[in-house]
């Protein structure tokens, strides 16, 4: 390990202009490069007390021997320099994206005499034009399939091409007019590229030309009494239509756009791209990369990403627009880059409302769907688990693997509708059935220390008093089995490793709590969010895992679902408080029939939008109770419209509607003890 001020630049050496740098390692290999508008204020910034370092950074200068940088004239010329550096040398810190080559590629081999339509997946190549990708391979070869009526160009391989070609005999294709047969010279080289380039301009996006060409085509042909004619340019316009209504319409204003959104937690992150072509989506694709720089903010992620999607695209490829959730730091750099990468203007930004918007909240979605993927499939592979409950128990000194583990986070808006999560993970894999939801009783206003003290109180209570029912003279074993049903008992099971979501005082608190119960040999850990950091009761400094753990990464999966089920629980008991609330005044609505109703629409939103005769038709339930009900529930919606600001979830930043998500999960249950 180097000591940073072992190769430091003397004072005043390093320029103040705008330029790229890279750290080697001491055998001459690059392990990082950046760029930045001043050199001197960036490279001192890596040279402070190591403490004040995030751990990531800390790992990179320690690895690091030499530093070295190139003075640019401009930030868009050390967007370029960094990277052709990042390209070369493939510094091990740096942010890679993996592309996942499964996405298959519609793609025309425009550097044939006669271009070829395919369906292919993996990296692109020089000389071909690509469209997508696409999710599913089948959905491209039905649109071809479909457009080849249209724009009848060759789609054989090589070899069938040559064959029909030695023996001037079309292929099938060509007989059923799929194909314009230029292998027999049906048409002529430059008649089957204009068909060519026909269907690669359809397929970018310029679809109502053509759509409005074969209507009047099709009209000609009629007023001239050709039936034949004008019957096949009606099927051919039927084929247009059906394959434009497998993408639908995201944007009316039919623009050209790219979509840009991540998903990132604090050692990975995910990005999702999609495509769209005059208002269509015309393909996504889907990335993952580690987040080897621990100071990389979002935007710094975004800005990467872009670089190194676009550095290598054509002209074509670059959209006039680029949709992203964050706009990085040096937007004007890349702005100027890409336009002029383009030949023309392109812009980055954030989308603010209307259809745009919802297609970011899509895209987003997306993204964390592939991140979730992209850790079920680590925790999927029974050597991996394996790996990951020895590399826990080695990190934090247990006597043994901790097979069942339990995780316990606290929810709350401002102090109210204060509730709690338990997730329970044995042999690293979920174990839903051990879920359990807590309603907070004894802790006034937004206290979570003391709330994860009344939590664990409370659950190993139940244990404690299971135990208690077996003789001292009888096997323990006895009492986890239930005698009546044969079934396991829920609460008997000690767990190797209680976690709780938070730092130094939620794990003293849980520690303190468990020690009064007399539990002390139960291990405690807590996971704090800003650095990974994992704190051991007593401790002064924090256990840091690799990130690479396998370890750290189950730690972080039975977080986030604890978190996640707190918040489903606090959101669904936020909606039925508002419902109750606003049916209070309804007369004649009696308890029973306010559960009826939350029964069955669930949330105060669909509530608003049910109609009166579905209202009525519930049972017990006349119609002018039903009115009442409505015009209760729309009172409310108006009174809270006008002038209510959004709520925000302070643990996390997120705002909150009306709506919370019906009964999530599995049918666990609310322990009110």
């Known amino acids: 390990m180097a000591d940073p001020s072992s190769y430091r630049p003397a004072p005043g050496s390093i320029p103040d202009s705008p330029g790229v740098y890279r750290f080697s390692d001491a055998g001459g290999r690059v392990i990082y490069v950046g760029k930045a508008k001043n050199l001197r204020a960036r490279l001192s910034s890596y040279f402070q007390d190591l403490a004040n370092l995030h751990p990531r950074t800390q790992s990179m200068v320690t690895t690091a021997a030499k530093v070295d940088w190139t003075v640019v004239s401009t930030e868009v010329e050390s967007l370029q320099l960094e990277y052709s550096w ?66 009848p160009m060759r789609s054989c391989s090589k070899g069938v091409f040559n064959r029909h070609r030695q023996i001037g005999r079309p292929c099938l294709l060509g007989y059923i007019g799929k194909c314009a047969a230029p292998c027999t010279g049906q048409v002529s080289q430059e008649e089957h590229r204009q068909i060519v380039d026909d269907f690669a301009a359809f397929l970018s996006g310029q679809t ?70 005059g208002g269509r989506i015309r393909g996504q694709r889907g990335f993952i990369a580690d987040k080897a720089d621990g100071t990389a ?31 990085p730091d040096d937007e004007d750099a890349l702005t100027e880059w890409l336009s002029e990468l383009r030949g023309s203007r392109v812009s980055i930004r954030v989308p603010q409302r209307g259809d745009k918007k919802a297609l970011m909240e899509t895209v987003e979605r997306n993204a964390l769907q592939t991140l979730t993927m992209h850790k079920t499939k680590r925790a999927s592979d029974l050597t991996t688990r394996n790996q990951a409950l020895e590399e826990i128990q080695a990190a934090l000194d247990l006597p043994e693997a901790p097979l069942r583990l339990e995780c ?78 044969g079934r396991a008992k829920k609460f008997s099971y000690a767990p190797g490793l209680v976690v709780v979501d938070g730092g130094p005082p939620q794990v003293a608190a849980a ?42 990464y189950l730690l972080q999966r039975l977080r986030d679902e604890a978190h996640r ?109």
């Not at 979002?298 to 706009?327: H, K, N, W």
């Not at 709350?412 to 042999?427: P, R």
């Not at 894999?429 to 937004?446: A, D, H, M, N, T």
């Not at 029973?592 to 669909?606: A, E, I, Q």
Request: proline share 5%; aromatic share 6%; with cysteine.
């Open 565 to 673: 089920f707190a918040i489903t629980h606090h959101r669904n008991r936020r909606s039925k408080s508002m419902v109750e609330s606003v049916l209070d005044d309804v007369p004649g609505l009696g308890e029973v029939r306010r559960k009826t109703l939350l029964r069955h629409f669930g949330s105060l939103r669909k509530l608003r939008s049910a109609t009166v005769d579905e209202v009525a038709d519930l049972p017990g339930f006349g119609r002018r109770t039903a009115e009442s009900v409505i015009i209760a529930v729309n009172a409310a919606a108006t009174k809270a419209d006008t002038g209510r600001a959004p709520s925000v979830n302070t643990a996390t930043g997120e705002i909150l509607d009306d709506d919370g998500p019906g009964p999530a999960g599995p049918p666990n249950g609310e322990i009110r003890n």
């Open 408 to 485: 316990y986070d606290v929810s709350n808006l401002q102090g109210t509708e204060v509730v709690a999560s338990m997730v329970v993970f044995e042999d690293g894999l979920p174990r839903k059935s051990e879920y359990r939801r807590f309603v907070i009783k004894g802790v006034e206003g937004q206290n979570d220390v003391a709330s994860i003290a009344e939590v664990l109180t409370r659950r190993f209570k139940r244990l404690l008093d299971e135990r208690a029912t077996v003789p001292e003279d009888e096997d323990p074993t006895a009492n986890l089995i239930d005698p009546e049903t």
């Open 86 to 151: 990042i390209k070369e040398y493939d510094p091990r810190f740096n942010v890679k994206y993996r592309d996942d080559k499964s996405y298959p590629w519609l793609a025309i081999t425009l550097n044939e005499e006669y271009p070829r339509v395919m369906v292919g997946r993996g990296q692109k190549k020089k000389g071909i034009r690509y469209f997508g990708p696409y999710s599913h391979a089948w959905a491209i070869r039905e649109t071809v399939d479909l457009l080849l009526r249209v724009f």
């Open 208 to 277: 109502a030309t053509y759509v409005r060409r074969l209507e009047k085509e099709m009209k000609a042909a009629a007023a001239e009494l050709e039936y034949e004619r004008a019957a096949k340019i009606r099927d051919d316009l039927a084929a247009l239509e059906k394959a434009l209504a497998k993408n639908a319409v995201v944007l009316g204003d039919g623009t050209d756009t790219d979509v840009v959104a991540l998903s990132e937690d604090p050692l990975e992150v995910a990005v999702q791209i999609f495509y769209v072509r």
């Open 297 to 327: 903010t979002t935007g710094d992620l975004v800005s990467r990403f872009i670089q190194q999607m676009y550095a290598a695209e054509t002209a074509d490829a670059i959209p006039r627009e680029i949709l992203v959730p964050v706009v």
């Open 511 to 552: 520690r303190q709590a468990m020690d009064e119960l007399g539990l002390g040999d139960i291990p405690v850990c807590g996971l704090a969010k800003r650095l990974e950091e994992v704190w051991l009761p007593d401790d002064e400094d924090p256990v840091i895992f690799s990130r690479t753990s396998e370890g750290l």
